[in-house]
């Protein structure tokens, strides 16, 4: 086997508008949209040879490690599930079968469960790393549809589509998502100016609880099922948000965008319940007295990360009075690249 050592990170993103339209069954039935943009956040995965004919899994960030027998059935027992899933299905799909003794090791710029998009992420950098290892013609739809499938089928792991195809993807992307599995990334050609304002005039602040969002989302979806009124004009304001949101992008209208961004988060808490928590509600209610124009959670809800919009003359007093609970807030930067890998010289 090779003695080169892969390395792939791909970046976490903020979900601007529409986040719950890329869920089954609405996307399926009505078509979802999402706005988001990747930050410098990012997960990583170092793939290298494994010195003892093991499989090895070590999550940096978790202070997790094990090591398995080379084949498949041991796999399955791992307890670092995505880096198993995405060993499984790359073996199964594309070494023909027969498993590889590697050394895999990760780790994340962001708690699981920040509404960042991580864990997404992190299957994403994986999927990068093994097409770099294993020379595989694949492209950002085929990583981000590969990576939807391992965390969404093969795991079973519950949440939409837009985290796989912005992290693939990188850069500001408005996000269709259709019927058949259909997904169209279209990037936005964004007026630096613009980009330049909204950045200096956002702030993300970390709540200290890393959410579990799958309850959050399995009623999201149960809801979609048997929608009631307001739970279907919800999703259709989330949709309607996205759209509306991407030409005031475009346009570099960053107090039109803070309109949209209160109304959405709005919307947001009524398609389940648990999305807002009181701890929430105490940050939002300090961040708009210190300034913010708007703000919402950025994922699912329940915890993770709220991202606020300020004039940017009032930005370093907003995160100074955020931090002075036990929230730790700070500025962030967009990025315009998707996953990257590359390979260095074994040692």
């Known amino acids: 086997m090779t003695t080169r050592i892969v390395r792939s990170r791909a970046p976490l993103r903020l979900g601007l508008a529409g986040g719950g339209t890329d869920l089954s069954p609405y996307c399926d039935e009505y078509g979802g949209a999402v706005l988001n943009a990747t930050i410098d956040r990012y997960a990583y995965a170092f793939i290298e040879p494994s010195d003892n004919g093991l499989v090895q899994f070590i999550a940096r960030d978790l202070g997790v490690e ?14 670092l599930l995505i880096h198993a899933g995405v060993y ?10 027969q498993p590889m003794p590697l050394k895999i090791t990760t780790y994340v710029d962001a708690p699981a469960g920040s509404g960042l998009g991580s864990s997404s992420a992190l299957v994403v950098a994986l ?6 290892l294993l020379e595989l013609p694949l492209g950002r739809y085929d990583v981000a549809h590969l990576a939807f499938e391992i965390e969404r089928i093969d795991l079973g792991l519950a949440g939409g589509k837009q985290d796989q195809y912005a992290s693939a993807f990188g850069g500001a992307n408005f996000i269709e998502f259709l019927a058949h599995d259909r997904v169209i990334v279209n990037p936005l050609r964004v007026s630096r100016a613009f980009i330049n304002e909204l950045e200096t005039s956002l702030v993300t602040c970390f709540t200290g609880v890393s959410r579990r969002s799958d309850k959050i989302i399995a009623e999201q979806q149960r809801l979609m099922v048997s929608p009631t009124a307001e ?26 965008m803070a309109k949209i961004l209160e109304r959405s988060w709005v919307a947001k ?4 319940r648990g999305i807002s928590t009181g701890p929430i509600e105490q940050m939002h209610a300090t961040a708009m007295a210190h300034g ?5 959670v950025s ?45 260095v010289a074994g040692a």
């Open 66 to 79: 094990e090591q398995l027998p080379c084949e498949l059935a041991a796999i399955a027992d791992a307890r």
């Open 88 to 97: 499984a299905r790359m073996v199964r799909d594309h070494a023909g079968g």
């Open 127 to 132: 999927v990068e790393a093994f097409r770099t």
């Open 299 to 343: 994922g699912a809800g329940g915890g993770g990360f709220l991202m606020f919009i300020v004039p940017p003359e009032h930005r370093t007093a907003l995160i100074a009075a955020l931090n002075q609970g036990d929230a730790s807030a700070n500025a962030v930067h967009f990025t315009t690249e998707g996953a990257e890998s590359w390979t």
């Open 292 to 296: 913010a124009l708007a703000g919402k």
């Open 231 to 256: 739970s279907l004009s919800s999703m259709h304001q989330l949709k309607s948000d996205a759209i509306e949101m991407k030409q005031a992008l475009l346009r570099g209208e960053i107090r039109h």
């Open 269 to 272: 808490q009524r398609t389940a």
